[in-house]
């Protein structure tokens, strides 16, 4: 007989959308609106865990948890609700209440699924203890062996456990790779290893030998680990893909149809797709530091960013928060406060602006104490956001999307037209500067720099040409400003004259930090009319959404040109913006295109399955091709790599997605120009 869910919740809608997951995964789902009924089905059905939302018709989700507790009911709980986002309830939740899991709504389905799955793996006992009807005797020529289960239910039970096992296999898998990626975290690797030790005893006692076989080598491996901080890779990588295929084969599927989640060299084996074997670039995917002793407050952060597109690196000293920073560059840091002593704080802010990479790294500051002299601390230490205590989820991720933008915005850019002292004095005071020496010069240009800011010299004598840079660079946003003494200070394109003598520096830099910020809140980059990454993002969720809710498919491909670096910074910026256009008017209307950082482009493929994508995709290289012959002079060192995932091989989130892409995205660099990695 199936294990049983009891879906509690007054949302229609909702319980229509994951019945058929919860079901895809063999499970019995039975459905509660209210809570009185929910207590009336627990007496009849006993289900091996419990759905609760927050909000019901007739009491507070958590209140009946509460009460559900009170009564010695052990179930499994997780709880859903599009509320109580903060972390005080969310310790009430996981510590007190002992609920395995908080989801907010909106959810992902086949996650949502995959999580109620693994929450029954090891199913408890859900009758109390005082509550247990007395056991009534059999007779004697019934009893075989006392406290074996007859042969019926026993073949019952490893059936519905093996329906189990490539849930197990998968969150094993999951597990391991954490640990690869942070070995020295010591809860990464005690979470891993009971996962190990629970598959190997379950596999045991319902008969797959060869898990159980695997599973201990696992267990022994990571042992190891603790013990020595020592891991044979190699032949963990094979442990697990022992795991996997006998996993695939309780349930009758081929070793083949196994989700790879990256392409791997030939060298490695299977399960190692699984891992990613390079640190993720904090200008790829945001890093964010986080420094926290509370393992409460730990959960809750990686809860609330679990579907977000950062990487969270959390630690729990000063000593080794900068120890990865120095490794590892963030994007933006996040420290907890109070923390080990009072000097922590200090101690921590300087030592991070010391390293050279970090010295801008904008912090946010989570802190318990709210009063003006530890906000007087914070501002005197350089701290860039204050969020105090008790913090609400919107707040948090607001927070830090607002770090991670002015992390990764671009330094505003002025183009000057010949002025070279004046030139000079920019770029000493830091500000991006490019100088022309003629107007063909700067107008071949100035759709490719965009700058925030044109500074025509006073040595310029053409009325007309404020109006021609305006006309060339229509789609650039750009202010136009010169000093008084300029024969071009009466033209209307004009939006300021500095006084060379009353610190025109100054105001430069303010009119272009304007038009900077302004440039932040476009949707489209102004070089390639492709959507901005936060816009880009916006798009993949929602083509995302729209193939889960539809039963269709969905890829994702990262393009990125090639050999850049070699050439001067103008010629680079000139291919790019040339790939990005050509990217720009390729595929259909419905697919995503948008530029992801200076050095790779995005696009999203909505109902197309991954074969097909990949002539797509193929077909672009050959444009690229006869461009390249027809325009050898221009175009001869434009060469792309490209890697392409699929939903839901190889993920049921765009940050999934997009990491297993990125991944392919690496290795097609590695091979060479025109590289194309999609499995």
Known sequence: MPQTVLLLDDDAQFRSSV????????????????????????????????????????????????????????????????????????????????????????????????????????????????????????????????????????????????????????????????????????????EALRQAHDLQGAAETHGFTEISVAAARIENELRELQRSGRLDWSAMFESIDEVRTHAAAAVGQPAESLKPVAAAPPSVTPAASFFLHRAVPRDFVPTILVLEDDPAMIAYLRSAFDEVLVHLRPVGTVDEAL???????????????????????????????????????????????????????AAQLGVDIFLA??????????????????????????????????????????????????????????????????????????????AIIQMSSWDAASAFLCFADSPVADSPVITERLDRNGGWLAELHRVAERIARMRRQQLRCSQTGLLLRTAAIAGLENGLSSSQRHGRTYSIGLISPLGLAALDHMQARRLRTYLGRLISGRFRREDVRGRWDDDAFVVGFEGASARAVVEVVRRLQEELAVHRQRRPDELSLLQVAIGLASYPLDGDTTRALILAAHERLETAIERGSESLVWR
């Open 323 to 377: 120890k990865i920073a120095g490794r590892t560059p963030p994007t933006a840091a996040i420290i907890g406060w109070p923390l080990e002593d009072r000097d922590a704080l200090r101690k921590f802010l300087g030592m991070l602006r010391a390293i050279p990479e970090c010295s801008e790294a904008p912090v946010i500051l989570l802190s318990v104490d709210d009063d003006p002299h530890t906000r007087a601390l």
């Open 389 to 466: 205590h008790p913090i609400e989820l919107v707040r948090l991720h607001h927070a830090v999307e607002t770090a991670v933008e002015r992390a990764t915005t671009p330094r505003p850019k002025v183009a000057v037209l010949r002025d070279s002292d004046a030139a000079k004095q920019i770029e000493e005071a830091g500000i991006e500067c490019f100088l022309y020496f003629s107007l063909e010069e700067l107008l071949r240009e100035v759709d490719v720099q965009c700058p925030d800011v044109v500074l025509i010299g006073s040595t310029v004598t053409g009325a007309q040409v404020p």
């Open 19 to 190: 019945t058929p997951a919860l079901e895809a995964f063999g499970l019995r789902v039975i459905h509660a609106s209210k809570g009185s009924i929910a207590r009336a089905l627990i007496e009849e059905a006993e289900p091996s865990v419990l759905v609760v939302d927050g909000l019901l018709p007739d009491i507070n989700g958590i209140v009946w948890i509460e009460e559900l507790r009170r009564s010695g009911y052990q179930t499994p709980v997780i709880f859903v609700s599009a509320f109580y986002r903060d972390l005080t309830t969310f310790k009430h939740l996981t510590h007190e209440l002992d609920v395995l899991r908080v989801f907010h709504k909106p959810v992902t389905v086949e996650r949502f699924a995959r999580e109620v799955a693994n929450a029954i793996s090891a199913p408890i006992s859900l009758t109390p203890a005082d509550r247990r009807p007395i056991a009534q005797e059999r007779p004697p020529d019934a009893v075989i062996f006392p406290d074996e289960p007859s042969e019926p239910q026993r073949v019952r039970d490893v059936n519905a456990y093996s329906t189990l096992l490539p849930v197990a296999a998968d969150n094993l898998t999951g597990a391991i790779r954490r640990v690869h990626a942070e070995t020295a975290r010591t809860s990464v690797v005690a």
